[in-house]
């Protein structure tokens, strides 16, 4: 009997061994097969080159980085690492001085989208800063071309910024094309539009504060309209979004100004109808004006 409750005993022991190891057998090659399929996905690098240059571009995905390196005449003589993945890369001669660019649209794990620019100039390497729009926001819809000897900046898919390559003391600077502190004053007073008869019909007047922010109030002579709201510049164009008054509004107004005139009308053609809003007899603030 004892004989028999021993063998029992025993093979009760190693039965539950086996049972206590083969959980963490499973994990291991569970997390072995996770672990190769992460490396495989992350292999995602490209070369390009121009002239005596040449870039290697890696992202890793799971590291949420990416690695670039450049090579001049074969030798390696710079290596950069910056947060997120390339999503777009473009080689150009935005300033035509023969010094070849690079520019490269970084996406991180947020969708925040940055431009990361350098220049390249007898086997040396410096880089491109871009100044910014004081009302710039990054977002994932934000994408970076190379158009006419101008780096363009599109947000949202309509709002396109334009940049010149200009030399600064020790780098060079993306500056926003744009008018100068000169032309910006001469557009700030009154601004007249005409009706049919050649009689005022309504008057804009522009206004900017200590913050770089523009005032903009137009009403019609018969108070039938009147809109208020605060814009800023994208290149030459004033923007002033509708929705200062009223906020369920989504167009914007673009303000173009061409000689002594100011024309008045909407970014997106498809909230047209929202410039009726700030009229009651089914007006429109949208028209062309006059400096007075």
């Known amino acids: 009997m004892k004989f028999v409750l021993i063998y ?3 093979l009760f022991v190693i039965f539950t061994g086996c049972n206590e190891k083969a959980p963490t057998k499973t994990s291991n090659l569970n997390k072995n097969v996770v672990i190769e399929k992460a490396t495989n ?8 080159g121009k002239g005596d240059y040449n870039f290697q571009i890696k992202n890793m995905p799971r590291q949420d980085s990416v690695r670039l390196e450049v090579l001049y005449k074969g030798k390696l003589i710079e290596t950069f690492g910056y947060s997120g993945v390339v999503r777009g890369e473009t080689i150009a001669d935005i300033n035509a001085d023969n010094n070849p660019e690079l520019y490269l649209s970084v996406t991180d794990k947020n969708n925040n989208v940055t431009l990361k620019a350098l220049t390249f100039i007898n086997g ?4 491109i800063y871009k100044q910014e729009y004081t009302t710039t926001v990054i977002n994932n819809t934000t994408s970076f071309k190379v158009n006419n000897k101008q780096l363009v900046e599109t947000k949202n898919n309509k709002e396109m910024l334009r940049y010149n390559l200009i030399a600064g003391e020790s780098s060079f600077i993306l500056k926003p094309e744009g008018w100068g502190n000169a032309e910006l004053s001469s557009m700030k007073g009154k601004y007249i539009s005409y009706d049919v008869d050649k009689k005022i019909d309504k008057v804009l007047d522009l206004m900017s504060n200590e913050y770089g922010e523009w005032v903009v109030k137009l009403k019609s ?3 039938s309209c009147e809109f208020i709201g605060v814009g800023y510049f994208y290149n030459k164009d004033l ?3 509708l929705n200062y008054k009223k906020a369920d509004l989504k167009g ?3 303000i173009n100004f061409v000689s002594n005139q100011a024309v008045v009308y909407v970014v997106d053609s498809k909230n047209s109808s929202e410039l009726t809003d700030f009229c009651k007899s089914g007006g429109s603030i949208a028209g062309n004006f006059i400096k007075k």
């Open 8 to 10: 029992t005993l025993a």
């Open 41 to 48: 996905m992350e292999d995602h690098s490209r070369t390009m």
């Open 124 to 127: 040396s390497v410096m880089d």
């Open 221 to 223: 002579m018969d108070r």
């Open 239 to 241: 923007i002033v979004p």
């Open 252 to 254: 914007k107004l673009k």
